[in-house]
C-alpha cells in the first residue's frame, strides 16, 4: 500500500505542467541499476531513493526551427527554464509531501559524465526513447530539454513508452528508397559528420553517434572554445596577431556565449533541423 | 497532499508559505502590506519582510544607504528564498553540493513584487542591487536588510543571516518610494540555537565553531553570542573554489607559464574548466563549502523527512 496520500504522484505531475514542463514522468530509481555505472545510480546521490522525476520541455518553437537565420537557433537556449522546474518540483516534494528530494544538477562532476544520465531517466520515466540521431525524443513533443529530481517519495512509476518517436514513418520511407534517414543523411560518420546507423524492419538495429567529433560543432564557442583560443593567444610571438586572436569574432562570441550560458547551449541543430520526429506532432501554420 | 495547508490543489499553484505573517487574509482586505508580501511569496519567496529607510541610516555608512541608490525611497522589502534541498544535504557525493543548482526565486520573487508595487501603488520601486562592486562590498548589504526586516539574525557560522524558522536562506531585496509598515526586528535571535547553548556549556564549543575553527571563531554568554570573529578571506578562499577567483588564480600562472605544453594541461585541466564552467553557470556554482551550515541545527527539522 503506498505511502502517499491518493492523488500525490498525479498532482506532482499537474504541478510539473503547470510550471511550464511539456512532459512528465516517473522512473522507479532501481531501475537505473541495470544500466548506470556505479555513483551514477539514484541512490549513490540520495540514500534511500525510491523514485525519479523526469520533466522534458523548454524545447526550440515551431518558429525557431523555422527561423532562416541558423543565429536564431544558436543563441536562443531555454535549458534553464525546464531546470527551474526540476528545482520547483524538488522544492514541492519535500515540503508538500515530507520526502527527500535531490534536484540533479545539470553540470558535471568532472569531465563529461553527469551525475546521472538524463538521457537514461527520460527513457526509464517513459517520456523519451533514443533516437538514430542520439538525443531522446519524445513521441508527442520530439526534442525536448531534461531535468530529473531524486526523490525517497514512492511515486507511481511510468512504465517505458510503448511507441517509439524514432524511426518516423518518414524516415522509415527514406531508409527503403535511399538507404539512408534525414539525420544520417546531413551528418554522415562516413563523410566527416557523427552520425551512423542501419534500420531493419522499421526500427534502428545499429546506431553510431561520434560524440567527441560532435561536441566540437555543437560547442563551438563555449569553453573548449576558449581554451583553445588562449593557447593559441598565449602561444602567438607575435602582438598584433595575438590582438587579432582576442578581439576576433570566434573569442568575442565565445565569451558572449560562456556569460549567457542558457542561451547560448549549442551551436548546431542540424540532425534535429531536418528530424520528423523532432518538432512535435502539432502542426502551425 | 500531506503537509500543504490548502490540500491536494496547492501542487498546482504555488503554496503559501507558512512563515508569512499576515498573508492569510482574504484577498479583498487585504492591506498593502499583505498584498505585496503575498505577490513575493506567490512568485517563489520562502519568506518576506519590510524595513524603513530610516533603519539602515544609523547602521550604514553614507552612500550605501537605500535613499542613496533610490531617491525618495522610504521603504524596503526583502525576500528569502530556498537554498539546497533536504535531499541536496543528504548526498554522500560532496561534489552535487559544490555545483547544485539554485533557483534563486528571491530575486525573481523581488521582481514580481516590483511590477506589483509600481502598477498597483504607482510608485517607484527598484530591485536593491547587491553583487560586490569593490571587492567583496555590495552597494547595499542584502544581510543588514534581511534582520532589519525582521527576517533573520546574524550568526557564529560566517555571520551568515540565519531564519528562525528556516535557518540558511538567500536574500534579495527592493527598494521603494511607497511608505510600508515595516516588520519589527526579531526579539530573540536565531543564533545560538538552544541545542548550541547547551554543548558550550559542557564543552565550550557550539557545532559550527568546531567544525570550522579554522574560519570561525566567537564565545557564548548567557545564552547569546557575546564574541564572534569571521576569517572571511580564509573561507572565500575555501568556499569558492571555482569562480571569478579561481579563474583568476588560474589564468594568472597560465600566462606566467613559458612551457608550452605545461601551459597547454593548464588550460585544459579539470581545475580551469571548472572554473570556466563556474562563471558560466553561476547559479550552480555558488559555493562549494557548506560545513558550518551542514552541522547547524537552525532550520533543521526541514530537513528531516522521510
Known amino acids: 500500500m503506498s505511502e502517499l496520500p491518493p492523488g500525490a504522484t498525479a498532482a506532482l505531475k499537474s504541478a510539473a505542467l503547470k510550471a511550464g514542463a511539456a512532459v512528465c514522468g516517473i522512473a522507479d530509481a532501481r ?44 543563441t536562443m537556449g531555454t535549458t534553464e527554464r525546464i531546470q527551474s522546474v526540476g528545482r520547483r518540483l524538488a522544492q514541492l516534494i519535500e515540503s508538500e509531501l515530507g520526502y527527500y528530494a535531490l534536484f540533479v544538477p545539470p553540470g558535471t562532476a568532472s569531465g563529461d ?173 | 497532499m500531506a503537509r500543504g495547508p490548502e490540500g491536494p490543489a496547492a501542487l498546482a499553484g504555488v503554496r503559501r508559505a507558512p512563515y508569512a505573517p499576515d498573508v492569510a487574509t482574504p484577498a479583498a482586505s487585504a492591506t498593502r502590506e499583505e498584498s505585496i508580501k503575498a505577490v513575493g511569496l ?40 530556498d537554498g539546497p534541498t533536504a535531499g541536496a544535504w543528504r548526498c554522500p557525493d560532496h561534489r552535487v553540493m559544490e555545483i547544485t543548482g539554485y533557483d534563486l526565486r528571491e530575486n525573481v520573487a523581488v521582481h514580481a513584487m516590483c511590477d506589483h508595487i509600481e502598477r498597483a501603488y504607482r510608485h517607484h520601486a527598484i530591485q536593491a542591487p547587491s553583487l560586490p562592486v569593490h571587492g567583496h562590498a555590495p552597494p547595499m548589504s542584502m544581510m543588514l536588510a534581511a534582520e532589519l526586516a525582521g527576517l533573520g539574525t546574524r550568526s557564529f557560522a560566517a555571520h551568515i543571516i540565519l531564519n528562525p524558522e528556516y535557518g540558511l536562506l538567500y536574500y534579495a531585496a527592493l527598494i521603494t518610494t511607497l511608505p510600508l509598515a515595516p516588520d519589527p526586528p526579531l526579539d530573540r535571535p536565531a543564533c545560538p540555537h538552544p541545542g548550541c547553548v547547551a554543548m558550550y556549556k559542557r564543552i565550550g564549543t557550539t557545532p559550527c565553531l ?13 545564552g547569546a ?82
Open chain 1, 31 to 74: 531501475a537505473f541499476d541495470e544500466h548506470a555505472p556505479p555513483r551514477h545510480r539514484p541512490a549513490d546521490l540520495l540514500p534511500g531513493a525510491r523514485s525519479v522525476v523526469v520533466v522534458g520541455g523548454a524545447q526550440p518553437r515551431a518558429g525557431d526551427w523555422a527561423a532562416t537565420s541558423r543565429a536564431v537557433l544558436e
Open chain 1, 113 to 285: 559524465t553527469p551525475f546521472l544520465s538524463l538521457m537514461l531517466a527520460a527513457e526509464l520515466a517513459g517520456v523519451g526513447s533514443r533516437s538514430l540521431a542520439g538525443p531522446v525524443l519524445n513521441s508527442e513533443h520530439g526534442f525536448l530539454y531534461w531535468s530529473a529530481v531524486i526523490t525517497t517519495a514512492p511515486l507511481e512509476v511510468d512504465g517505458r513508452e510503448v511507441e517509439a518517436a524514432c524511426p518516423a514513418p518518414a524516415c522509415r520511407e527514406m531508409w527503403e528508397r535511399e538507404a539512408t534517414t534525414p539525420c544520417l543523411e546531413v551528418c554522415p560518420a562516413s563523410r566527416g559528420g557523427c552520425l551512423d546507423g542501419r534500420l531493419e524492419s522499421g526500427r534502428a538495429v545499429r546506431t553510431f553517434y561520434d560524440a567527441p567529433r560532435c561536441h566540437t560543432r555543437v560547442h563551438t564557442h563555449w569553453i573548449g572554445g576558449f581554451q583553445k583560443v588562449l593557447e593559441e593567444a598565449l602561444n602567438e610571438p607575435d602582438k598584433d596577431k595575438r590582438k587579432m586572436l582576442l578581439y576576433g569574432d570566434f573569442f568575442t562570441r565565445t565569451l558572449w556565449a560562456v556569460t549567457y550560458s542558457s542561451t547560448n547551449v549549442a551551436q548546431c541543430f542540424e540532425c534535429m533541423r531536418v528530424c520528423p520526429a523532432a518538432h512535435g506532432k502539432k502542426e502551425l501554420h
Open chain 2, 42 to 81: 506567490e512568485a517563489g519567496a520562502r519568506v518576506v519582510g519590510i524595513a524603513t529607510v530610516e533603519a539602515f541610516r544609523e547602521r550604514v555608512p553614507e552612500g550605501y544607504r537605500p535613499d542613496d541608490i533610490l531617491p525618495g525611497a522610504r521603504s524596503v522589502v526583502v525576500a528569502g528564498g
Open chain 2, 210 to 222: 568546531r567544525v570550522c575553527p579554522a574560519c570561525l571563531s566567537g564565545t557564548v554568554k548567557d
Open chain 2, 225 to 306: 553570542i557575546a564574541t564572534s570573529t569571521y576569517d572571511r578571506e580564509r573561507c572565500h578562499s575555501r568556499a569558492q573554489t571555482y569562480g571569478i577567483g579561481s579563474f583568476q588564480k588560474a589564468l594568472h600562472e597560465i600566462v606566467n607559464e613559458d612551457d608550452p605544453a605545461r601551459r597547454r594541461t593548464m588550460i585544459y585541466s579539470d581545475f580551469f574548466t571548472k572554473s570556466l564552467e563556474a562563471l558560466g553557470f553561476y547559479r550552480d556554482s555558488i559555493a562549494q563549502c557548506f560545513e558550518c551550515m551542514r552541522v547547524c541545527p537552525v532550520g533543521r527539522k526541514h530537513r528531516k523527512l522521510r
